[in-house]
């Protein structure tokens, strides 16, 4: 829904951002199981776009673009592996705080490792 959609490219331009504060304020907002699955798969539906655009397969979606251009073609698949094991993680009896806790600074980490 458009609400998911909106979310899940709130955490991506906090995942492209130098500020961490945009990805904590997104992620922030996965405060339920349903909302976190949702918004997660949006999510790495958004990198695997990134991740076509990056090979060669060209596309008009301004979001792939930019995934494409600020992060390696390796960042983005651990980043898509990362959004996998937290959709999986999200269906056992986690707190969901600590998961998107847990899943902010992986972003974070993936994103911006050296």
Same mark, same amino acid.
Request: hydrophobic content about 40%.
């Given at each position: 829904?458009?609400?998911?959609?909106?979310?899940?490219?709130?955490?991506?331009?906090?995942?492209?951002?130098?500020?961490?504060?945009?990805?904590?304020?997104?992620?922030?907002?996965?405060?339920?199981?349903?909302?976190?699955?949702?918004?997660?798969?949006?999510?790495?539906?958004? $990198? =695997?776009?990134?991740?076509?655009?990056?090979?060669?397969?060209?596309?008009?979606?301004?979001?792939?673009?930019?995934?494409?251009?600020? $992060?390696?073609?390796?960042?983005?698949?651990?980043?898509?592996?990362?959004?996998?094991?937290?959709?999986? =993680?999200?269906?056992?009896?986690?707190?969901?705080? $600590? $998961?998107?806790?847990?899943?902010?600074?992986?972003? =974070?980490?993936?994103?911006?490792?050296?």
């Amino acid at each position: 829904d458009e609400q998911t959609d909106v979310l899940a490219l709130e955490i991506i331009e906090g995942i492209l951002s130098s500020s961490e504060n945009k990805l904590l304020l997104a992620t922030a907002k996965l405060n339920n199981r349903i909302v976190f699955k949702d918004t997660v798969n949006a999510v790495n539906e958004y $990198l =695997r776009q990134g991740l076509n655009h990056s090979v060669g397969n060209k596309t008009d979606n301004e979001t792939a673009k930019s995934i494409a251009k600020k $992060l390696t073609k390796s960042r983005i698949i651990g980043l898509i592996e990362l959004s996998s094991k937290a959709t999986i =993680r999200a269906d056992r009896n986690v707190n969901m705080a $600590l $998961l998107t806790t847990w899943l902010c600074g992986e972003y =974070r980490r993936i994103s911006w490792q050296r």
